[in-house]
């Protein structure tokens, strides 16, 4: 190992460990959720320095049971340690283990032992153990697994610094450490499949050639020629892989009982049942579904409604900012590119973190106490028939208010294909963006009378809006479902850990990342298609936009116009000469089927940065952009006319098209841009794009068309 | 003739009884590394709200299996 080599030092451990408290614990804020091409799990890295003043890389690997993998998004710690050339193979890797339940997470820890990598065991919990009246043996189990055995509690913090210091011995002493034997005692084929390996691969260590022999199929860093000679060796040995593993573990598991006597003295007492009397309650075949949706009510009302005040701060900020700006700038593009540009792009950044940190600080809370393994099994059944996961359920109800934060929240569905799914659907739930464009195509399509007695038609339509997103959801979930169908099978058996109280730091610290991954990530994006935006509606094909300027003066003062009306035409004339405007009625023919005119073509383009910019754009574009009245447009709308016709161009048909529209596309920056952050590409991104845009597309025309027949 | 096994969706509420195997080795592999071993106690203590899934405890610990892995346990008696 070389001087220069930073020394890398990986937490290793099962999912329900308490691995990722101490992470938070060893590096606090030095920390950043690594979006590493290839790889979809999170993998974190965080900064921690030894007291001798070195710096370490630490990472915080995806929680998992055992080094033979049985689903795909577990593989990857597998491929880490099978692998020496890894960019995440570390030095030493410390491993957690729950000391109140020592037995199962020796597994995990026997199979990193047989590595013959330097292990630190940092037997985790023990404020619980405490509690429990146990009683820790660690040098018994130091001794009888031959590594250093730290007590540490990653909820108070205690023994963090022996950890470390621990961590820098175990480091130091590396070079010198001998080859130790095998925990594992290879059966002969094992033996005969390792060494046939070794000899071929040059694989040093025994079950790091075991380990490749059974998963050198999907092993990234393996040559096809290498997974020949891999697939001769288990063909002439005749190697049955999958009885192999669950022998292992089974031969693995006979020998700790013995180990845990050692180490751990528990009381004659009655096993904790507090989870069991509150689970009879949570996960009741009634009142689980009850309160949980008394729980999403809460989680929905805080996305939706408590977080509008930051979030209306934000804005009022910026604008009154923007109004002091462009009075003491002068009247140049460059001034126009930072107020309408640049300004407007960071606020429709920033104005996201009040719904993004609320929503995880909330998820977060629900995740630390054990709840969410809870809603995973009530709802697994329903939303798996949709191609996802119990969890999904979290993410639609939260795209109920936002699917930006909505869609990040499903990162914690472990199975890639579930996940991708739930991030592809989530945007159709209609979502607090859509409200103002429904409320003024409905307050005009739709006549304001009573059905039945009770039911308002306009509440009516209100409802089917929302009906009609989430059945776009659940159908496309489900139509991906058949269409993705993986070989591999898909399981659900997951642990339901013992209820604890919160961890405040992991919270904080969770919320901290999800809103600077955000704001970094995401916000590039969002900042560059809004002045992309800005440059359309502000530029247009040589002197047009001049040209407009002029004849619209003119025209002011020919009718004799006010200073506000003439600067609203202005405005209006303006932006029917810019690109956007040349753009909108190039795609005139396109969107005529549907019953647009080019004025909504308009539209259309801008309000991608954010489906509310419709109203804004129809204001400007007819002529009442200062307003902000929308009973003022709604009179305009009604009184449109199609340029070659003549006709109304907001008929009943063209409202209820333009809602279905608004309702399926995907008419949002920052969703497409949180898509791309959340699966790594641009593919997914875009494809949804296509995909949303195409069933918009057809929907709208098919409630155009249907409704002009009927109507 | 085949011997039918009894398996978890067989137990009563709150009835235990000992895992014996696990009719596929790919489902073997999943749960004996999350600890439901052959020799495990394995205790019935509810159904999801709508079906398909089942709470159970393995040697005391709380886990969440759906019918198709839970009829891969095979149990004694």
């Known amino acids: 190992m070389n001087a220069h080599h930073t020394l890398r030092v990986a ?91 020592l037995e199962k997470h020796l597994l995990l820890l026997t199979q990193l032992m047989d590595l013959g990598l330097p292990v630190v065991v940092a037997l985790n919990m023990t404020d619980t153990v405490q509690e429990m009246g146990m009683q820790l043996n660690a040098p018994a189990l130091a001794a009888a697994i031959n590594a250093p055995v730290v007590c540490v509690s990653g909820r108070t913090g205690d023994n963090m610094p022996l950890l ?59 040559t096809e020629e290498e997974k020949a000679t891999l697939r001769a060796i288990i063909q002439t040995k005749t190697f049955v892989s999958l009885r192999a593993q669950v022998d292992e573990t089974l031969d693995r598991y006979e020998r700790f009982p013995p180990l845990v006597e050692k180490t751990v003295k528990k009381p004659q007492t009655a096993p904790e049942n507090t989870t069991d009397r509150i689970d009879a309650v949570l996960t009741h075949r009634i009142w689980g579904p009850v309160l949980f949706t008394a729980v999403m009510l809460l989680v929905f009302q805080s996305i939706f409604d408590w977080s509008s005040i930051p979030m209306d701060y934000i804005e009022t900020v910026f604008t009154d900012l923007n109004g002091w700006l462009s009075e003491r700038l002068p009247a140049h593009w460059l001034s126009s590119l930072l107020t309408d540009g640049i300004m407007a792009g960071l606020s429709g950044v920033l104005v996201f973190v009040p719904q993004i940190a609320l929503l995880f600080f909330l998820i977060t809370l629900l ?62 739930i209609s979502c607090s963006a859509r409200l103002p464009v429904y409320a003024v195509l409905i307050a005009l399509a739709v006549p304001s009378k009573r059905i039945a007695g009770i039911l308002n038609l306009q509440s009516l339509t209100f409802g089917g809006m929302y009906l009609l997103g989430i059945t776009a959801a659940l159908a496309s979930g489900w139509a991906m479902k058949k269409w993705l169908r993986t070989r591999e099978a898909s399981y659900l058996a997951i642990e339901l850990p013992v209820y604890r109280m919160p961890h405040w730091k992991n919270v904080w610290l969770t919320v901290w990342e999800k809103v600077s991954a955000f704001v970094w990530g995401a916000g590039k994006i969002i900042l560059l298609i809004s002045i992309v935006l800005w440059a359309m509606a502000s530029f247009g094909p040589g002197d047009a936009m001049n040209q407009a300027e002029v004849a619209a003066q003119t025209t002011a003062a020919a009718k004799n116009l006010d200073e506000t009306a003439a600067a609203d035409l202005i405005a209006a004339k303006k932006l029917e000469a810019s690109w956007a405007g040349v753009l909108g009625k190039a795609i005139e023919p396109a969107i005529r089927p549907l019953g647009y005119d080019w004025k909504i073509g308009i539209a259309l383009i801008t309000s991608f940065a954010a489906r509310e910019v419709f109203v804004g754009t ?53 969703t497409l841009a949180v898509v791309k952050r959340e699966t790594g590409s641009w593919k997914w991104a875009l494809l949804q794009f296509v995909f949303m845009s195409l069933l918009a597309y057809t929907g709208a025309w098919l409630a155009y068309i249907g409704a002009s027949w009927w109507g | 003739m085949q011997r039918r096994y009894r398996t978890i969706p067989d137990l009563h509420l709150h009835e235990s009884a000992r895992a014996i195997a696990f009719n596929n080795p790919a489902l073997a592999g999943k749960l004996t590394a999350m600890g439901l071993l052959p020799g495990s106690m394995v205790e019935m203590v509810r159904t999801a709200p709508f079906g398909q899934a089942y709470y159970i405890k393995a040697d005391g610990v709380r886990m969440a299996l759906r019918e198709e892995e839970a009829a891969g346990v095979l149990l004694e008696g």
């Open chain 1, 164 to 222: 470390v210091e621990e961590i820098m011995r175990t480091a130091d002493k590396k070079s010198a450490a001998a080859p130790g034997k095998s925990f594992y005692r290879f059966r002969d084929i094992e033996n005969q499949v390792a060494e046939a390996i070794s000899l071929n691969l040059r694989v040093e260590n025994p079950y790091r050639a075991l380990l490749i022999g059974h998963h050198f199929e999907w092993l990234p860093f393996l």
């Open chain 1, 367 to 428: 995740e630390e106490v054990g709840y969410m393994a809870r809603v995973v099994f009530m709802f697994d059944r329903i939303m798996r028939r949709f191609g996802m996961n119990g969890r999904s359920i979290v993410a639609l109800i939260s795209g109920g208010a936002c699917a930006v934060p909505a869609i990040m929240s499903s990162r914690t569905i472990g199975n890639w294909q579930e996940r991708l799914i739930t991030t592809l659907v989530t945007p159709f």
């Open chain 1, 11 to 101: 937490l290793v451990g099962n999912p329900n460990s308490g691995k990722s408290t101490i992470f938070n614990q060893l590096t606090g804020l030095r920390q950043k959720t690594g979006n590493f091409p290839g790889v979809t799990v999170d993998i974190k890295a965080g900064n921690l320095r030894l007291p001798d003043g070195r710096e370490v890389e630490l990472l915080d690997l995806p929680g998992t049971y055992s080094l033979h993998p049985t689903a795909s998004d577990e593989r990857i710690v597998t491929a880490i340690f099978a692998n020496p050339a890894d960019r995440f193979y570390p030095d030493v890797a410390v491993y957690v283990a729950d000391a109140t339940n």
């Open chain 1, 618 to 670: 129809m204001s400007t574009i007819y002529s009442i952009g200062s307003a902000n009245d929308e009973l003022a447009l709604r009179q305009k709308m009604k009184a449109a006319r199609f340029d070659d016709t003549g006709l109304p161009v907001y008929s009943l048909a063209t409202a209820l098209s333009l809602l279905v529209f608004y309702a399926l596309a995907m008419q949002c920056m920052s």
